[in-house]
């Protein structure tokens, strides 16, 4: 799991330990709004957690597996906040879908991911807007092998990414279908 | 003078004229012999086990470099240098950008690909592993852990130990830095690993002014990095004045120009090569850019008709996105064009630059060369979809 999201997932569970109760909230099967942009439907119930930028969704874990909603990234922006932030590869909007996947890449591997290869990227609508989707696999800091998947797009100057991440070893595929539905429910408001 | 007795009797000779710690001193160790493994009562041995537990980490890392041919290649230098001990050294090769190599004592060694992609010849490579042999073959280990055992809380050196075996020993970059201050060797263990790697590689034919040449080469990169990634081989091997003086010191004594001498170079290439550009993406992410370009310009002038490094010359540029850098690229793909041998991504990536300029004949161009020389590319559906939008 990334750095950002595994230390949010501490801070989380610390904050609850303080004061009585957890910041996860339950994801019910039903429309949700995400950065009041667009609208997704899932058909089975996540586990729910805000980290910044991020909205991250899990059943089993966000180490194990996550989908991970980007609320509109703003020019000049890295993807996530990390020491090295200042060196990272800025979100620009002209960039082409060929170098948003790049700075996916870059953006993970910023905080800790190894051996990154993102694959088949090609044309996808993201909800009505033009946009891109590609695979990825990777390594976690420790070695630990992982795939996923992206869609994204640049809408009104933004990056909005949808990022499904699992272990490669059972996780990915348990939920990939349930990932791939709500990308596919993705509806501009 | 070859094989087993050529080690030995290089041992032999440090033991009686170059060694930090008399042999035979309080306290002193002898060195280890071939299948020497320590006595169960002894606290070497807890030291092993601990570093056991390290290796069936690293076993199963997916970070290992499942390249047959460059696993062999490596094997080979190397047991070419430690002759009969080489059964008791497991080689790990890691695919991590960091020039590092390192040895454990219960003969672990494990190499990164930094290292291969930085090494400019065999020479080089045989000159490290050659040092790395001498702190196993001098048990440094050993003395390190004694040492820093009577000087500091046992229970934070054992912590630090676990945890690294529980990450795999190749976890965060903290752990290992973290690690290599606990087992970092002293001057006296790193000159008398200096020495024997020297030894070693003389031994073994290889020209003895190369291995100087591995110190400057990365006192060139410290200096021009921001050192924000360290490169972890500094924490404990420091390229000082004095190390790089005397080992062209020893090979200004030992360099006869009526011996025989390789550097490997052209085996190094036929090596190193088919990872090469895996390698150089894996260090363009490290994002050091005045460190990679120190690096790319010296590999730049050893292979000046390499398509191929034109290319990450571009893409060093692509990515920095300083001013002026988007014309350096585009420079750059186009010398790596011009002289053969270029990935076709290099169409790619000028594309990529030249939409950008709004330069949509140059583009079209491009890209249209890309799908000619990548007809099965992963994103060739992206490209079609920029061909259009440059219609």
């Known amino acids: 799991m990334t750095r950002g999201i595994r230390a949010a997932f501490v801070l989380a569970v610390l ?105 088949n990227l090609r044309p996808q609508k993201f909800g009505s807007a033009d946009g891109f989707r590609c695979d990825l696999t990777f390594l976690t800091k420790n070695g630990l092998e992982k795939q996923g998947m992206a869609a994204g797009g640049t809408m009104n100057g933004r990056l909005y990414l949808v990022l499904y991440t699992g272990t490669k070893l059972h996780y990915y595929e348990a939920h990939r279908a349930h990932a791939e539905q709500i990308i596919q429910s993705i509806r501009m408001k | 003078m070859n094989g087993p007795a050529s080690l030995l009797v290089v041992l032999a000779v440090f ?136 000087k500091t809380n046992v229970t934070a050196v054992f912590t630090v130990l676990t945890a690294a075996a529980g990450h795999g020993y190749i976890g965060s970059l903290a752990q290992l830095v973290a690690l290599g201050s606990i087992m970092q060797f002293s001057r006296d263990n790193e000159r008398e690993a200096d020495e024997i790697g020297f030894e070693l590689m003389v031994r073994a034919g290889y020209d003895p002014r190369e291995a100087s040449k591995v110190w400057e080469s990365l006192d060139k990169e410290r200096r021009a990095g921001k050192d924000s990634d360290p490169l972890i081989f500094f924490a404990t091997h420091p390229p000082t004045d004095e190390r790089i003086d005397t080992l062209k010191e020893l090979a200004r004594k030992t360099y006869t120009p009526d011996r025989d001498w390789t550097d490997g170079r052209q085996a190094y290439l036929k090596a190193v090569r088919p990872l090469r550009a895996t390698l150089l993406r894996d260090e363009l992410r490290l994002r050091d850019f005045a460190r990679t370009q120190v690096l790319l310009a010296r590999l730049v002038a050893a292979e000046p008709a390499s398509g191929q490094l034109h290319f990450f010359q571009g893409e060093l540029y692509r990515l920095r996105n300083d001013d002026g850098d988007p ?9 790596a064009l011009a002289t053969g041998g270029a990935p076709p991504e290099t169409n790619r990536a000028a594309g990529l630059l030249l939409m950008r300029r709004g330069e949509k004949d140059r583009a079209r161009a491009a890209f249209d060369r890309y799908l000619t020389e990548a007809p099965d590319a992963e994103d060739k559906s992206m490209i079609h979809a920029y061909l259009e939008q440059l219609r």
């Open chain 1, 15 to 119: 904050a609850g330990l303080l004061a009585g109760c957890a910041r996860y909230t339950l994801v019910e099967p039903k429309a949700r709004t995400i950065a009041d942009l667009y609208t997704v439907e899932p058909q089975t119930r996540w586990s729910a957690l805000t980290d910044g930028k991020w909205e991250v969704w899990t059943v089993d874990g966000a180490g194990l597996e996550a989908i991970q909603f980007l609320k509109g990234l703003e020019d000049g922006e890295p993807l996530f906040r990390t020491s090295d932030a200042q060196k990272r590869m800025k979100f620009r909007k002209p960039m082409a879908p060929s170098e948003l996947a790049e700075l996916l890449a870059d953006g993970l591997s910023s905080i800790g991911v190894q051996n990154i290869a993102v694959t």
């Open chain 2, 15 to 150: 033991a009686v004229t170059a060694c930090a710690t008399p042999r035979g001193a309080p306290g002193a160790l002898s060195d280890v012999r071939p299948a020497q493994r320590p006595t169960l009562d002894s606290d070497e041995a807890g030291l092993w086990m601990q570093m056991d537990r390290v290796e069936q980490g690293l076993r199963t890392s997916g970070h290992l470099v499942t390249d047959t041919a460059v696993r062999t290649y490596l094997r080979d230098i190397l047991c070419k240098l430690a002759t009969d001990y080489c059964p008791d050294i497991r080689l790990y090769v890691v695919q991590t950008p960091h020039f590092n190599a390192s040895m454990a004592p219960n003969g672990v060694m494990q190499v990164w690909t930094g290292l291969l992609l930085r090494a400019d010849n065999e020479a080089q490579l045989a000159y490290v592993l050659g040092h790395e042999l001498g702190h196993y073959l001098r048990r440094h280990s050993v003395q390190r852990w004694r040492d820093v055992r009577t």
């Open chain 2, 327 to 335: 014309a350096r690229a585009l420079e750059s793909y186009e010398r």
